[in-house]
């Protein structure tokens, strides 16, 4: 099967295709299809944001679509910053100023009740008349990866909160671990693990 990954975010691209290589999909991105219009992102769920991203860039390219919608969730900030997680400090930010916003707005919550989730929701949507989409739903998958907050940005492997993201029982930050270590634990791995045994049921 081909699949359009319906994201521009290079390290995400990076990441989907290194966890999918053993499954039986070729994978295109945005950068083959340079005319595919942005999509606004302006769901209150991730698969509300997921399913919209898919439909949107199947329908253009006339082919599947896979499109994936993340982000972090604070207990401590009622699930803040949520489907806001890459545009937390505002709508022209990076990585650093989200992770600066992050940590100031917690600075004093304990260590002890630092908990936090990152959640992914992945959707594929198929073109108009695919038999998999004849009651007009997308296909959609979700993974969490429960952990903690850290104090301070530790690693600099992985990207968005990662280097203050500590996965249950470890000592280490998502951007501390190799890449193997990291897909094993994460939430979009865990999303990808379910898009497979759907996959495998539909040969």
Request: net charge neutral; aromatic share 8%.
């Amino acid at each position: 099967m081909n699949i359009v990954l319906a994201t521009r975010n290079k390290k995400k691209v990076e990441e989907i295709k290194r966890i999918v290589k053993d499954m039986p999909i070729s994978v295109y991105s945005l950068d083959d299809f340079p005319d595919c219009p942005e999509v606004i992102e302006d769901g209150k769920t991730f698969e509300e944001n997921a399913v919209k991203k898919a439909r949107a860039v199947s329908s253009h390219t006339n082919m599947p679509a896979l499109a994936d919608d993340s982000g972090l969730e604070v207990y401590a900030l009622n699930g803040e910053p949520g489907v806001l997680s890459a545009r937390y400090a505002g709508e022209n930010t990076d990585d650093r100023k989200n992770l600066e916003k992050l940590l100031n707005e917690i600075r004093s919550v304990p260590d002890g009740k630092r908990g936090a989730r990152f959640a992914c929701c992945i959707a594929l949507a198929f073109p108009a008349g695919d038999l998999a989409l004849r009651d007009g739903k997308a296909e959609t998958f979700t993974g969490y990866s429960e952990g903690s907050i850290g104090r301070e940005p530790k690693g600099s492997n992985g990207f968005g909160y990662d280097p203050v993201f500590y996965p249950a029982g470890c000592k280490r930050t998502f951007a501390e671990m190799d890449d193997e270590e990291k897909d094993s634990l994460s939430h979009r791995g865990a999303a990808l693990k379910k898009l497979h045994e759907y996959l495998k049921g539909r040969k």
